[in-house]
């Protein structure tokens, strides 16, 4: 569960800043590169949401 509250949270960090961080690259803004960007928050909200749906289908 904090593997997903972590990634929510970087997700939203990156939208309120408007930029992510790419591997070699550095900090980059969601203009530089917006499909790369836009990918990335949907990935980390995927992963969150796949997590948590882990976490409860294991609990039954």
């Given amino acids: 569960m904090l ?3 972590f990634l929510i949270l ?3 960090y ?3 800043n ?3 961080h790419m591997k070699g690259r ?3 803004t969601k203009y530089e590169y917006p499909k790369t960007f836009k990918f990335t928050i ?3 909200y995927f992963l969150a949401i796949v997590n948590i749906l882990m976490i409860f ?3 039954k």
């Fill in 3 to 5: 593997v997903s509250i």
């Fill in 10 to 12: 970087y997700a939203g």
């Fill in 14 to 16: 990156c939208i309120s």
């Fill in 18 to 20: 408007g930029g992510f």
């Fill in 26 to 28: 550095g900090w980059k």
């Fill in 42 to 44: 949907g990935m980390l």
């Fill in 57 to 59: 289908i294991n609990m």
